[in-house]
């Protein structure tokens, strides 16, 4: 992985350093710079209490002393599969500070998954947690070492024995900070390999720069700062996730904020650790917003510290964005972005009624188009495929080139695959998708995966998934299948299971049909099955 492309054209980088776009600084020396302007600020409030700048300081240059000493260089590749927490903090700072690549993939993602990030990405080391509820996450990705010829280190962390052959990440944090030395990469080099919840059969990897993420993603949530004097900001999504991304790197790094984070969402926990924390901000995606506002004991809590919650990973409707609005009264941003490069969402002063549109582009951010299937401009008002370049454009897909091929243009545009139109205010409407996803409780689910792996139970003949509308979490997965003898859904889950697909992926609805309805080309007609399927 010490090779790896940038799609964006070098002098287009160049002009937004040039424009003051890029600070042209690596993320570990920006967090330096409010260590030593603040070493006594809290950077963190987790589960484990508060920890401060210099604190959290010392614990990465230990840790990266200690990657340093089992042989991770510049340029290499590092998994980071951790649940929320200063730890998971740390070990980003590390890695960064060494000049080598993270590749943050959340907990609870299984084996299968696991086995194809690390391979695609020619990870040399992994850290993750001894257990995940009763999952035994290091064993099982020490068990795959065999497989992965490039993985040579497995770390060890959180309670539990340490499995055989792994590295307990006590061992690493024993080692002297005094002995760090930064290897201040390029700007523009590798940083992060931010890693999508599927709108492909194996989940994409995408590789930003230094420069992306300050400049990029830092400024995105500049915008949404405004004039709060200190940021407080409660990442509820996972920060291995692309939203995510907003935390080490842009919270910590970038803004020398405070970052509140616990290790999963519990909508109880998280309205105690809103009124303990005191954030000023939230980030989160819709569902989790409509679970505290339906909250019965919502008004024990005190969440009057809250500016400003910020929405993505799924559609944000207009009843949602009111609600939480009137009932935690605080702005609601709605934003619409992946890790493939694209960002848009509403303004701090945008009026409630364009709460269903995803704001403005900002070109400082991220320039859209709207184009036909020939990439040229549609025209004003009309629907076409979105398109993005700008300076959070990352530099390429790792180990797909056919990725590169298909979603990235010669000039370095991102093509989403979703369509939109923007109004005659600049308002951007996302209007549809042409990607063939699922979005359930804002994680993306390949229907191709999961068919794939159901049609390999031996009394599936045919399968098809499709979305079922839920209010809650906006889509649940049913399958369709033709089989005999009809299996139960709980069969249908242990098989999955069985194959390490991860449970929040199962179909959490089952219809047997004796034939699936086809199309005139011969193929499935999935918006049939969507009919029969749809109370």
């Known amino acids: 992985m010490k090779h790896l492309a940038d799609l964006v054209p070098y002098e287009v980088r160049r002009g937004w350093a040039a424009d003051g776009l890029y600070r042209d600084r690596d993320l570990y020396s920006l967090f330096r710079e409010h260590v030593l302007a603040g070493p006594g600020r809290i950077a963190i409030v987790d589960a484990d209490g508060g920890i401060s700048y ?36 740390a070990f980003d700072l590390a890695i960064a500070a060494l000049g080598a690549i993270s590749l943050p993939y959340p907990v609870g993602r299984g084996d299968r998954e696991a086995a194809s990030l690390l391979s695609r990405s020619g990870a040399v080391a992994v850290v993750t947690t001894t257990f995940y509820s009763d999952y035994p996450c290091a064993q099982r990705t020490r068990a795959l070492a065999g497989e992965l010829p490039e993985l040579r280190t497995v770390i060890a962390a959180g309670d539990g024995v340490v499995p055989a052959g792994c590295v307990p990440v006590a061992a690493l944090l024993a080692n002297d900070p005094a002995r760090f030395e930064p290897a201040s990469p390029d700007p523009d080099g590798p940083a992060r390999i931010l890693v999508t919840s599927g709108s492909e059969a194996a989940p994409k990897m995408v ?22 004097p200190e940021l407080r900001n409660y990442v509820m999504v996972p920060l291995a996730s692309s939203y995510g991304s907003n935390g080490t790197s842009v919270t910590l790094a970038v803004h020398g904020g405070t970052l509140v984070l616990l290790p999963k969402f519990d909508v109880t926990a998280a309205l105690a650790m809103i009124e303990r924390a005191r954030p000023t901000h939230v980030l989160a995606v819709p569902t989790m917003l409509r679970m505290m506002v339906d909250c019965p004991e919502l008004d024990r809590y005190d969440t009057t510290s809250l500016r400003v919650v910020a929405l993505g990973g799924a559609a944000l409707d207009a009843t949602t964005a009111a609600r939480v609005r009137e009932t935690l009264g605080c702005t609601v941003v709605n934003v619409y972005g992946s890790a493939d490069g694209v960002n848009c969402h509403t303004a701090l002063n945008d009026p409630p009624s364009h709460a269903d549109t995803a704001g403005r582009p900002n070109p400082s951010v991220a320039r859209l188009r709207i184009v036909d299937d020939s990439l040229r401009d549609v025209p004003a008002g009309d629907v076409g495929e979105i398109v993005s370049l700008g300076p959070m454009s990352p530099m390429c897909y790792v180990g797909a080139p056919e990725l590169n091929e298909r979603y990235r243009t010669p000039d370095g545009w991102v093509r989403t695959g979703d369509l939109g139109r923007i109004d005659t205010d600049g308002y951007l409407h996302v209007v549809g998708r042409r990607k063939d996803v699922i979005i359930r409780g804002g994680m993306n689910i390949s229907p191709a995966e999961v068919e794939a792996l159901l049609a390999t139970h031996p009394a599936v003949r045919d399968v098809v998934c499709v979305p079922v509308p839920d209010d809650v979490l906006g889509e649940r997965l049913c399958a369709c299948v033709v089989a005999d003898p009809a299996p139960t859904l709980e069969e249908l889950t242990a098989h999955l299971a069985a194959q390490g697909l991860e449970p929040r992926k199962f179909p959490e609805r089952l219809i047997v049909v004796d034939a699936l309805p086809l199309g005139a080309a011969g193929k499935v007609d999935r918006r049939a099955v969507q009919e029969l399927v749809t109370p």
């Open 54 to 89: 210099a604190e959290l300081d010392l614990m990465a240059r230990s840790l990266a002393v200690g990657l340093a000493g089992i042989g991770v260089e510049q340029g290499d590749v590092v998994g980071i599969q951790l649940p929320n927490g200063r730890l998971a903090c």
């Open 207 to 228: 590789l930003y720069s230094h420069n992306a993420l300050v400049g990029g993603r830092g400024r995105f949530i500049g915008e949404l700062i405004g004039d709060t």
